[in-house]
Protein backbone atom coordinates (compact mmCIF):
# COMPACT_ATOMS: atom_id res chain seq x y z
CA UNK A 1 0.00 0.00 0.00
CA UNK A 2 1.38 3.39 -1.26
CA UNK A 3 0.81 7.01 0.55
CA UNK A 4 -0.19 9.55 -1.99
CA UNK A 5 2.07 11.84 -1.04
CA UNK A 6 1.41 14.00 -3.89
CA UNK A 7 -2.35 14.45 -2.49
CA UNK A 8 -1.69 15.41 0.79
CA UNK A 9 0.88 17.78 -0.54
CA UNK A 10 -1.88 18.94 -2.86
CA UNK A 11 -4.46 19.14 -0.15
CA UNK A 12 -1.90 20.76 2.66
CA UNK A 13 -1.16 23.60 -0.40
CA UNK A 14 -4.94 24.62 -0.96
CA UNK A 15 -5.44 25.02 3.28
CA UNK A 16 -2.43 26.72 3.53
CA UNK A 17 -3.59 28.97 0.71
CA UNK A 18 -6.66 29.26 2.41
CA UNK A 19 -5.17 30.43 5.93
CA UNK A 20 -2.52 32.58 4.08
CA UNK A 21 -5.29 34.33 2.27
CA UNK A 22 -7.29 34.92 5.55
CA UNK A 23 -4.15 36.41 7.11
CA UNK A 24 -3.06 38.62 4.78
CA UNK A 25 -6.24 40.02 3.18
CA UNK A 26 -8.82 39.01 6.08
CA UNK A 27 -10.93 37.08 4.00
CA UNK A 28 -12.89 34.69 5.64
CA UNK A 29 -14.28 32.84 2.37
CA UNK A 30 -10.72 32.43 1.53
CA UNK A 31 -10.25 30.82 4.97
CA UNK A 32 -13.42 28.92 4.92
CA UNK A 33 -12.75 27.28 1.17
CA UNK A 34 -9.19 26.74 1.89
CA UNK A 35 -9.79 24.77 4.98
CA UNK A 36 -12.93 23.05 3.39
CA UNK A 37 -11.51 22.17 0.44
CA UNK A 38 -8.34 21.08 2.04
CA UNK A 39 -10.37 18.79 4.47
CA UNK A 40 -12.05 16.85 1.51
CA UNK A 41 -8.94 16.28 -0.77
CA UNK A 42 -7.17 15.18 2.41
CA UNK A 43 -10.04 12.48 2.99
CA UNK A 44 -9.56 11.82 -0.78
CA UNK A 45 -5.76 11.76 -0.57
CA UNK A 46 -6.33 8.89 2.30
CA UNK A 47 -8.86 7.06 0.22
CA UNK A 48 -6.52 6.90 -2.81
CA UNK A 49 -3.69 5.80 -0.05
CA UNK A 50 -6.23 2.70 0.81
CA UNK A 51 -7.55 1.76 -2.30
CA UNK A 52 -5.77 3.72 -5.39
CA UNK A 53 -8.81 2.98 -7.68
CA UNK A 54 -10.98 5.00 -5.01
CA UNK A 55 -9.87 8.41 -6.53
CA UNK A 56 -13.54 9.59 -6.76
CA UNK A 57 -13.36 12.66 -3.72
CA UNK A 58 -10.05 13.64 -5.01
CA UNK A 59 -10.88 13.94 -8.87
CA UNK A 60 -14.04 16.02 -7.69
CA UNK A 61 -12.57 18.22 -5.37
CA UNK A 62 -9.84 18.77 -7.86
CA UNK A 63 -12.31 19.01 -11.06
CA UNK A 64 -14.24 22.36 -9.03
CA UNK A 65 -10.96 23.64 -8.06
CA UNK A 66 -9.25 23.76 -11.44
CA UNK A 67 -13.15 25.32 -12.46
CA UNK A 68 -13.33 28.04 -10.17
CA UNK A 69 -10.09 29.10 -9.87
CA UNK A 70 -9.70 28.91 -13.71
CA UNK A 71 -12.40 30.85 -13.86
CA UNK A 72 -10.72 33.41 -11.35
CA UNK A 73 -7.46 33.47 -13.27
CA UNK A 74 -8.86 34.00 -16.63
CA UNK A 75 -10.94 36.90 -15.23
CA UNK A 76 -7.72 38.53 -12.78
CA UNK A 77 -4.60 37.04 -14.93
CA UNK A 78 -3.57 36.74 -11.76
CA UNK A 79 -0.76 34.11 -10.90
CA UNK A 80 -1.06 34.04 -7.30
CA UNK A 81 -3.22 32.19 -6.29
CA UNK A 82 -5.76 31.22 -8.90
CA UNK A 83 -3.40 30.28 -11.56
CA UNK A 84 -0.81 27.76 -9.31
CA UNK A 85 -4.25 26.13 -7.43
CA UNK A 86 -5.50 25.84 -11.21
CA UNK A 87 -1.98 24.54 -12.39
CA UNK A 88 -1.75 22.01 -9.50
CA UNK A 89 -5.56 20.95 -9.47
CA UNK A 90 -4.53 19.83 -13.50
CA UNK A 91 -1.52 18.03 -12.11
CA UNK A 92 -3.91 16.07 -9.75
CA UNK A 93 -6.30 15.48 -12.33
CA UNK A 94 -3.82 14.12 -14.95
CA UNK A 95 -1.94 11.99 -12.12
CA UNK A 96 -5.77 10.49 -11.94
CA UNK A 97 -5.79 9.89 -14.81
CA UNK A 98 -2.37 8.56 -15.63
CA UNK A 99 -3.31 5.95 -12.91
CA UNK A 100 -6.44 4.92 -14.50
CA UNK A 101 -4.85 4.20 -17.63
CA UNK A 102 -2.22 2.16 -15.67
CA UNK A 103 -4.37 0.01 -14.11
CA UNK A 104 -6.57 -0.70 -17.55
CA UNK A 105 -3.07 -2.15 -19.06
CA UNK A 106 -2.15 -4.28 -16.35
Avoid at 82 to 103: C, D, E, R, W, Y
Amino acid sequence: MSVDWFGYIYAGAVAAGGILGYYKKGSVPSLAAGLLFGSVLTYGAHQVSQNPPNYTVQLIGSSILTGVMGYRFYNSGKVMPAGLVTLLSLAIIGKIAFQSVSSIKT
